[in-house]
């Protein structure tokens, strides 16, 4: 059994404003990809048994709004291999209801963020009512960190050293700093090593292979490859391509002297109980 801790659930471009969908073009050398979410889809391009972690995302700044409705009927739609996240933009009012309501009245088990799409920094006080909550009831959050296109998205809150200290206040809360903050990813690993509760995923990072294989070297000389999840970012890429990119970063590397990655790390990471960890079985 594969888990994907990373997927999207949303309807393009009808959840992205035009600004958004601009500036994707742009940092795509005038090519728009197209970013529809299908199932049929998901599962052509993915092994036979695999469970998937999905969510919208919710960051007014930068032209992102997929209400939590959406993604539990896509979740309700495929029940047997999908486990939905709500999401909420902590600078929009109401939010903290909108939290309420994507756990208790729509079932959906964990927290998606975006600081740096929305602009807010995640160890802002504001957003001690959702760490409380999160602690409280053991829904695990997965936050966006790393770069983006998006022009007015701020740097400064997607860095992972927000992250400590948010673990060193809410130590029981499960953590998952996606893309392994790319191109932060020593300051991922330096802050998944101290956190027990705190993880990185791998998604959509193979497309750039030897920044991977740098970043993976790093989780390796750290001793941190149980902190790190396997994840896709699906519609960005899929299973398939994903799982072919990280096995195959060692074949780069014939003819040289350089460190070569732990194949079999690679593959306890690929099948690693991510359901457990986060406590979503």
């Not at 539990?72 to 109401?94: C, E, K, R, W």
């Not at 022009?151 to 060193?168: E, F, W």
């Not at 497309?207 to 294989?213: A, D, I, S, T, V």
Request: glycine share 6%; charged share 20%.
């Amino acid at each position: 059994m594969i888990i994907d801790a990373h997927s999207h659930a949303w309807r393009y471009p009808d959840h992205f404003q035009e600004d958004f969908r601009r500036q994707a073009i742009r940092a795509r050398a005038g090519q728009e990809v197209d970013l529809t979410v299908k199932f049929s889809e998901y599962q052509e391009t993915s092994p036979e048994e695999v469970r998937t972690i999905v969510f919208g995302g919710k960051a007014r700044l930068s032209g992102l709004w997929v209400e939590d409705q959406y993604v539990a009927d896509y979740v309700a739609a495929h029940s047997d291999s999908l486990i939905g996240f709500l999401s909420v933009d902590p600078t929009q009012n109401g939010w903290e209801k909108e939290l309420y309501a994507g756990h208790q009245e729509l079932g959906l088990r964990g927290i998606k963020l975006l600081p740096m799409y929305a602009g807010f920094m995640p160890d802002d006080s504001i957003l001690d009512p959702l760490w409380s909550y999160a602690s409280e009831h053991t829904l695990p959050v997965l936050l966006h960190t790393g770069t983006t296109f998006v022009s007015q998205a701020p740097l400064a809150c997607t860095l992972p050293r927000h992250l400590d200290p948010v673990a060193i206040r809410y130590p029981e809360v499960k953590v998952i700093l996606a893309h392994l903050a790319h191109p932060y990813e020593a300051e991922c690993v330096a802050v998944i090593r101290k956190h027990p509760n705190v993880y990185a995923d791998v998604s959509a990072l193979h497309y750039r292979p030897f920044q991977l294989y740098n970043s993976l070297m790093l989780v390796q000389e750290y001793g941190v490859w149980d902190k790190v999840l396997f994840g896709t970012d699906y519609p960005f890429t899929t299973v398939n391509e994903s799982l072919a990119g990280l096995r195959n970063l060692n074949r780069m590397l014939d003819g040289t002297a350089l460190p070569r990655l732990d194949e079999r790390k690679i593959e306890k990471m690929i099948s690693r109980e991510t359901l457990s960890i986060l406590g979503l079985e």
